[in-house]
């Protein structure tokens, strides 16, 4: 008799390894987006120490301890959240019927204006802090959208559902620092 395959040992082990690269990966790439926040100063030193200080943290208690807090995995999707949050209602402005799908998802009217409040009862629900001021504090929406411009931030402008145009940027950039 030949030796059985055992499919759950193999994805057991291929998901603790999982966590682990995730979380060194995570924290790794917010050290470096810190490092060149803090180098380039175009979104202010603050910001970006927090983010290497951050980085290190998680990393550094994942070393130490074998875990980390659940806040600092979550920080990166809370910064998406935030994103879309600002953004949802401008993507959403010609409703194709996409939306709906989600929208019902979040027990709300299945359409674009649905989804777009139900995303943002769901982020103010969960306890996710909106309003941006402190964190921005001296950053005005020119320097935010300049920085959304840059070549390195192309590809996530890119794969938007409507095309960002110039004044666009702008737009997004006052959004995201008046949220509250």
């Given at each position: 008799?030949?030796?059985?395959?055992?499919?759950?040992?193999?994805?057991?082990?291929?998901?603790?390894?999982?966590?682990?690269?995730?979380?060194?990966?995570?924290?790794?790439?917010?050290?470096?987006?810190?490092?060149?926040?803090?180098?380039?100063?175009s979104?202010?030193?603050?910001?970006?120490?927090?983010?290497?200080?951050?980085?290190?943290?998680?990393?550094?208690s994942?070393?130490?301890?074998?875990?980390?807090?659940?806040?600092?995995?979550?920080?990166?999707?809370?910064?998406?959240?935030?994103?879309?949050?600002?953004?949802?209602?401008w993507?959403a402005?010609?409703?194709?019927?996409?939306?709906?799908?989600?929208?019902?998802?979040?027990?709300?009217a299945?359409?674009a204006?649905?989804?777009?409040?139900?995303?943002?009862?769901?982020?103010?629900?969960?306890?996710?802090?909106?309003?941006?001021?402190?964190?921005?504090?001296?950053?005005?929406?020119?320097q935010?959208?300049a920085?959304?411009?840059?070549?390195e931030?192309?590809?996530?402008?890119?794969?938007?559902?409507?095309?960002?145009?110039?004044?666009?940027?702008?737009?997004?950039?006052?959004?995201?620092?008046?949220q509250?």
């Amino acid at each position: 008799m030949g030796r059985s395959i055992r499919p759950f040992a193999a994805l057991t082990r291929l998901g603790e390894a999982l966590f682990p690269a995730f979380i060194l990966i995570a924290s790794a790439s917010i050290v470096a987006l810190g490092a060149a926040i803090v180098a380039g100063g175009s979104l202010g030193e603050p910001l970006g120490w927090a983010c290497l200080v951050a980085g290190v943290a998680i990393g550094g208690s994942y070393a130490v301890i074998g875990d980390t807090l659940p806040a600092f995995v979550y920080l990166p999707t809370a910064a998406v959240g935030l994103a879309m949050l600002a953004t949802n209602d401008w993507n959403a402005r010609d409703d194709d019927g996409r939306w709906a799908a989600c929208a019902a998802a979040l027990g709300v009217a299945p359409s674009a204006k649905g989804f777009v409040a139900g995303f943002e009862r769901l982020i103010r629900a969960v306890g996710v802090k909106i309003a941006l001021a402190e964190e921005f504090a001296g950053v005005s929406p020119e320097q935010l959208a300049a920085q959304m411009r840059a070549p390195e931030n192309l590809p996530m402008r890119q794969s938007n559902r409507r095309a960002i145009g110039e004044r666009d940027l702008l737009v997004i950039a006052e959004r995201v620092l008046s949220q509250g």
